[in-house]
Every structure is written in C-alpha cells, then in structure tokens.
C-alpha cells in the first residue's frame, strides 16, 4: 500500500497541478464554435443585437454547445424509465408542460431547441475581416487625386546617432558581434560606434478621412421591426467603412416632417410622431455637410433608411437636394426597410432613388425585409460602391 | 483518539483480507477535487485530449459547483490497482471510501467479465492510456490537430461498437489473409475441391472455365459488429498514426466496457463492504464510525435531497440491497460465486425478484413527448427490460459493417430488428460524416423509418472539409 498525499504548493507538487486537461479540451470546444460559427456568421450576426454593446466593438453571440455526434435510436414516442419511491401504477408524476413541442418534433432533437446555450464574443474588427474574406468585399474606393493629403511620420532607416527610446537593440548587437569578430578576443563588447538608431522620415500620404451621414426615417410608420433593420444596416455597413478608414467621422440624423441630429446611443432609440417628409432630412444633411466637412478633404457617404412612404408633393425637391448632394458624396446608400411580402423598392423614394441611379449618379437601392436581407443588402453596397467609383 | 489515514489503510486491508476479499494490491492517491473531476470526465486520469470531453467538463464543473454531484473515489482495476481520493474530504469520509474502493477491488480480481478483459488490455490501464495520449500529443505535432481531430471525432464516436467477443489482438479475415499470400498450399487446397464438384455430372460443358475466375471472399465474410476494428483494418486510405488512434479507443473501450456492464454489481458490492467492514473494524473510533455511516446514506439513498420519488434509480442502492438479501439467504461464499460469474443482465434478471422490487418500490414510467410522467402498470420483465435496455450492446444501437465494396465504399447496417426502431437520422449523418473523413470512399448506412421502411443514409456533407 502506498499512500500519496498532494498539496498545491508542495516543491514535490503533481503534474495534475501544472494544468487541467479539462480546460484544454473546453477552449478547444470553443475554438471550433468559433470556426462554426464563422461560417454561418453573416446570418448570426445579422439577427443578433449588435448594438447594445456599450462600445460596439464586440458582438456577442448565444452560441449552443456542440454535440459530438454518435449513433443513436431516434426518440421514442414515449420514453420509459425506472424509478424509485412511492408511486401507483396511473399516478401522473408530471402533468404536460403547455410549451413542450408535441408529438412528431423535428428530426434530431439535439439541435432543435433545448440545447444548453452560452454566451461568445467576437471582436467586430475580426468578424469584418471574415465578412471580407467570405464574401469577397471589393475595398472602399477613395476619392481620387492628390487634395486628400496629409504628412505622416514613418521609420526610414538607421543611423549613429539619435534618441535613446529610439535605440534599436538587435542592430546594435549585430553591429557590436561583427566588430568583435574582427577584432579578435579582448575587445569592447560594445561602443559607443556600434550603436544604432532608428530614424524617422515625414511622408505626405493620401488622407482616409470619412464622413457618413446616416439618415433615418422615424416617422410612426417605422415599427420596431424597421428600425431594427435599419439600425442593423447602418451598423455593418458603418463597420465596413470604418474598417477602411482611419478617422470616421459620423452624423445621425432623424427625420418625420422635421429633422434633428443627434448622438449615437440616442439616435436608434427615437421614436417620432407624423408623417413623413424626406427633403427635410436630406435638407439637415446638406446643412451638416456644409457646415462642418470639406468634400474635398472627406470620403463622404449617406446612408437613408426608410419604409419609403413620402408625400409625392416633395419628391421634386427631394430629387433636388439628392442631385446637389450627389456631387460631393463618394456614394448614396438607399435601404428600403418593409415588412415581408411588401412589393419591393416600389414606393415613393425608391422612385427618387431609381431616377438618380438612371441619371448615373453613384448610389443603390436595396430593399430588406428581413435579416436575411442585411448581408445581401450590404454585398450589394460595396460592390456597387466599387462599380461607381471605377466609372468616374 | 483519532486515527489517520496511513493507519486505517492498512488495518482495513487486513480487515478485508480476513472477511475473505481478495484483490490486487491499491496505490491510493489523494488529490485535489478538480483533477478528481478531470477523471470522472475522461474516465482515465491521463487520456487523449478532444474537445468533447471539454463539454463533458465544464457540465461537471457547473454541476459541481450548484453542489449537485460530488466524487468521493475513482478507482481503476489492475496490478497494482490506481485508487484516487479527494484530499479535501475528512478523513472519516475518505476511511469509508478505502473500505469501498477495497470492495471494487475484490470484484475486478474476481469478477471473469473484468478478468476476460484485465487479461486482453493488461494490467496497467492507466499507464496505456496516458501512452495514447502522448502519442497522440506526438502526431498532433507532426501533422496538426485539426487533421488528428477529424481521426478522434470519428473514432471517439465509434466507440462503443466493439465486440468483445473477439479477442484484443484480432487477426485479419482468414479469407482475406489467404488471398494476400496467394499460392501457399493452404490457398490452393480450397479451389482444387471447389473445381471438382464445380459442374455436376451431366451438366451441360462449355461452363467449365467460369471458377477460374472465383469471386473474391466477401469482406466481411460475416456482419462485423467491431466497427473501431474494422476501419483501422480494412480502411482503403488511412494512414498507420489514424489506424493507431482507432485501435487505441478501441483498447480504451475494450476496458470500460466491463466497468459500463457491471455497473449496479460492482457499485452494489463495493456499497455492501464499505459497510460490513465499517462496521467490523473495531479500530475505528465509535464517532468516527457514526460519521462514516453518515456518508454511507449519502452515497447509497436511492432519492436526491429530501423528495421521496426519484425518476432514476440509484445503481449503489439497488446494487447495495440485492447484494444484502444474497448474502443473507445464500451465504457470502454463493455471493462470491454471483460476483465472480453475471453481469448487470443476470444480476438483474436473477435477483431482482418481484419482492425485492415492492420492497425497493421500483416502478416503470412512461415520459411522453409533451412533458407528461405517468406511472404505468408493469409487470417484473418489464421493469427488468427498463432497467436493462438502455445497457444492451454498450448503449449503443446495433450497426453492424455489412459490405466492404470493390470500389472501396463501406456499407453499414443497423440492425432494426433487434433495436426496435430507426436511427436518429440528423445525428447518424453527422457520424457518417466523421468516419468519411477518414475512410475516404462512399460510406451508406441503412436503417429506417418510422414506418420501418428501409433508408440509405450518405454522410451529411456538411461540416469543416479537411
């Protein structure tokens, strides 16, 4: 018989004690819902909420735990167990609960409901970068030409001098082992000549400012189910720019009859009375624009969601301020948010729409009703971005 | 006065070896609660690493920590045998658990199932597995854990479908042996006899050259129940390291097999002499055997918490009073007998008598797919078959390998006759799906529906390609 005893901080301490195998194969688990869910990501991400994540940087996805699959019997009709205690032939142990699925459920009942079901966070950045990959994204075009331009400090090689915090280590003991080689045994194992430093260069590069205008119709004809869409789109298609700029800037905009700008937290959360009006909005955005952004110095995109019911006496001036605005803006985004079974981008401002696109300016229409329709919808943008940025 | 650990040991064991147990000698380890978890999840204390056993983990880890489940002791047979005990019980707690772990020593020695299958794996289990799981560690290295985890999804999946009826060390079809050395005088007596009694006498000739041509030996000449062994052998593409890792699960399995067919036996005969000998030890100190007894009515209860109907039944109670009334009414020495000779299905079958099951007020319910529980009207059979059923064949439903085609493609029956009813369809995909990845030709399984009209099932498809 021997007995051994283990103490966590013993020097003679296990091997158990250096890791846990359990929570090895846990991480590897969720490394693999990870790629799973990757796959599919564009219909999760989609559906999930996004945006009640404080910094919008993360989304977090309800996620079920995997199955490693074996064979098994489908499920019976009726299950029959053995029990212990008490119990008559008849007596009901546990009545029927009302929200049990019947009879005849679906096949597989593991990946049906009931899965147990936790909670994984993916950085937006890397779910972008997915997105990109998967569905082929074409980059964001930036206006042409050299008036975008801004100075940028970049490394530019090494010399003897320079500051400390600057010193480049590997360098100078490369530099240093070289000398000692030549010089044979007994020399300075460093000098003050072995030293090198990393220089600084100032470059003038191309500038990745953008300003997006997002516009959102909040009028009582926008039900929660729109305003999701909407929010929903706004938020990928906000993603994709911001992935590709440096600095982007953003201006919320509401609009019913009248419009305001707004912050970002408050901007979804608005519900407005009335009718609708779109000039005013697109009105508000000019303003913005000539207020505070620069065409030149800006990529400039606007994004309009609507259930696109407008009054008809405003399409004229709405067509108006779309045409002024056509010029300075990289692209005009038209997402039309219904529900399902409406006749799509067949309403008011989805005739604007398709009367500036016959005009040749660069813009799109795309028609959601659904959240299968956000990763079409934002496909469709970057590719028609990329479209209209190659024809100018 | 107290008494430690390092003291009870050894006076129990000379206790258990007086009331006429005989095992192997036990190294007994204590060691912290999570690694007691890590075992209970795995089943072996070092074991290759796959990301199921990680779900399996972290429902313990949360079980565990609501206070629902809780290990007193592992124990794995061999020479000697590994007992493992959690340092943070009290020392009367882990007094009765050396008593318990004695008695499951007792029925590994004794017992022929966990005798047969000692003397096919070898005594040092945990040694074995710990040597999978470093190779495995190896060829992750070598050729990438996502290649080496497409081999364990399908071989872990695969692994209740042994048959150990056949020994460990399993030969090749004799068919298929004498084919591969072809014109050795054993190959070439067969087809002489054949061609003698080829065409009967009268029959028209011209017919003469056709067994020349012999059809090949059917592979598997008989439905083949071993699935693990037979894709490690037959398997058209696989590599040496992937047929490795099957015959490695396979060995696992061909361990926890007896342990899974002798369940209420052994958890009931190590129940029966923790407290017999408890009870006997005059060493231990009258508190401390209060305190010991006390775990003992944790442990074997046959209801959680304070209800009084409990939809499972306890295998440590049921084990526990069936081996009380044997040893009783027959006398230890018939009781030894029982131990050594049945499993689960005779133990059950035999001595759960309709008496013992009033006394016990075992009952058969019936769970509807609504949620409904209702107590049904059932005879002793029937609550021998409830019991039962969910251990036949390793838990697992039948399928058997029915064909190794020209092509290469394997064909799989299950056997419906035998389990009554069809395949969970989605499921049986996805596992088709884990051993096509490996067996790399046309994999059909058939099955049926709920109409038991026959299916052919193909892998699903889906899934990360390789």
């Not at chain 2, 199932?113 to 992750?140: C, K, P, T």
């Not at chain 2, 309709?354 to 006394?359: I, K």
């Amino acid at each position: 018989m021997t007995l051994i005893e283990t103490h966590g901080s013993d020097a003679d301490g296990h091997w158990y004690d250096l890791f846990s195998r359990g929570t090895r194969d846990w991480l590897r688990h969720n490394r693999r819902v990870r790629e799973a869910v990757r796959e599919q990501l564009p219909d999760l991400v989609a559906g999930s909420d996004i945006l009640s994540r404080p910094d919008n940087r993360t989304v977090q996805v309800p996620v079920k735990f995997m199955e490693h699959y074996r064979f098994r019997l489908r499920d019976p009709s009726e299950q029959e167990g053995a029990g212990q205690g008490q119990a008559e032939p008849g007596d009901v142990l546990r009545p029927a609960q009302p929200g049990h699925p019947g009879a005849g459920g679906e096949e597989g009942a593991g990946e049906g409901d009931g899965g147990v079901t936790f909670v994984l966070e993916f950085r937006v950045d890397d779910i972008l970068d997915w997105l990109w990959e998967e569905l082929e994204l074409p980059n964001l075009q930036p206006k042409q030409g050299d008036s975008v331009e801004t100075d940028e400090l970049i490394r530019e090689g090494w010399d003897r001098r320079g500051a400390r915090s600057r010193l480049d280590r590997r360098r100078t003991m490369r530099e240093a082992i070289k000398r000692r080689s030549a010089t044979g045994p007994g020399a300075v194992p460093i000098s003050n000549d072995d030293l090198r430093f990393r220089q600084l260069a100032r470059r003038r590069k191309p500038s990745t400012n953008a300003v997006v205008f997002l516009l959102l119709d909040v009028s009582s004809s926008m039900d929660e189910h729109c305003r999701k869409l909407a929010k929903t789109f706004f938020f990928w298609a906000l993603a994709g720019i911001r992935r590709q700029f440096s600095a982007v800037e953003t201006v919320f905009v509401a609009h019913t009859v009248e419009a305001w700008t707004f912050e970002e937290e408050a901007f979804f959360q608005v519900h407005g009375q009335g009718g609708t009006r779109s000039s005013s909005g697109l009105l508000k955005v000019e303003e913005e624009l000539e207020a505070g952004y620069d065409p030149s110095r800006y990529n400039c995109y606007l994004f309009y969601a609507t259930d696109g019911h407008n009054f008809s006496e405003d399409r004229g001036k709405a067509t108006e301020i779309l045409a002024r605005l056509a010029p300075q803006m990289n692209f005009m985004g038209y997402a039309e948010v219904s529900h399902a079974g409406h006749r799509r981008l067949d309403t008011e401002v989805a005739i604007i729409w398709r009367e500036l696109a016959a005009l040749g300016v660069p813009c799109g229409s795309y028609a959601l009703s659904d959240d299968g329709d956000i990763w079409p919808a934002i496909r469709a943008f970057f590719t028609d971005q990329a479209d209209a940025a190659e024809a100018v | 006065m107290t008494l430690t650990l390092e003291q009870a040991v050894p006076r129990m064991e000379a206790l258990a070896r007086e009331l006429g147990l005989e095992h192997y000698p036990v190294d007994f380890e204590l060691v912290p609660s999570a690694f007691m978890t890590e075992i209970a999840v795995y089943g072996l204390p070092v074991r290759m690493p796959h990301w199921s056993f990680g779900v399996r983990w972290i429902y313990q880890m949360v079980q565990h920590r609501m206070g629902h489940s809780r290990i007193f002791e592992v124990v794995f047979p061999g020479n000697p045998n590994r007992a493992f005990l959690v340092d943070t019980n009290s020392v009367e707690e882990n007094t009765l658990v050396v008593a318990h772990v004695l008695g499951h020593a007792d029925f590994s020695r004794n017992n022929l199932l966990f005798a047969h299958s000692q003397s096919q794996v070898g005594y040092h289990i945990v040694e074995q597995a710990a040597a999978h799981a470093h190779r495995i560690e190896e060829v992750i290295e070598t050729v990438g854990e996502r290649r080496v985890e497409a081999v364990l999804d399908a071989a872990l999946a695969l692994e209740p479908h042994i048959d150990t009826d056949q020994p460990l060390n399993r030969p090749r079809y004799e068919s298929t042996r004498s084919a591969a050395g072809a014109g050795t005088a054993e190959a070439d007596a067969e087809p002489e006899f054949q061609d003698r009694y080829a065409m009967l006498p009268g029959e028209a000739e011209g017919l003469g050259d056709a067994p020349q041509h012999r059809a090949p030996p059917r592979i598997p000449p008989h439905p083949e129940r071993d699935l693990l062994w037979f894709i490690a052998q037959y398997a058209p593409e696989m590599e040496d390291w992937e047929r490795d890792i099957f015959l490695a699960v396979r060995k696992e399995a061909y361990y926890f097999q007896p342990v899974f067919n002798c369940q209420i036996m052994n958890e009931g005969w190590a129940s029966y002499w923790h407290a017999r000998l408890l009870r006997e030890a005059d060493f231990l100190p009258s508190q401390a055997y209060v305190d010991c007894m006390k775990t003992h009515s944790d442990v074997v209860r046959p209801y959680g918490g304070d209800s009084r109907i409990s939809l499972q039944v306890n295998p440590y109670h049921l084990g526990y009073v069936l081996w009380q009334h044997i040893v009783e009414n027959d006398g230890l020495e018939a009781a030894r007998a029982v131990m050594s000779q049945e499993d689960d299905f005779g133990f059950v079958r035999n001595y759960l008598t309709a008496e013992r099951a009033r006394e016990l007020e075992l009952f058969v319910y019936a769970a509807r797919q609504d949620g409904q529980i209702r107590v049904t009207d059932s005879n002793l059979a029937e609550l021998h078959e409830t019991l039962l059923g969910p251990k036949y064949n390793f838990g697992a439903p039948r399928v058997v390998v029915e064909e190794l085609q020209r092509d290469g493609g394997l064909v799989l029956r299950q056997n419906v006759a035998d389990d009554g009813r069809g395949l969970d369809l989605a499921r049986a995909r996805h596992v088709l799906d884990y051993i096509y990845r490996v067996w790399r030709r046309p994999v059909t399984l058939l099955t049926c529906d709920e109409r038991g009209r026959e299916l052919r099932l193909e892998p699903d498809g889906g899934g990360d390609a390789d």
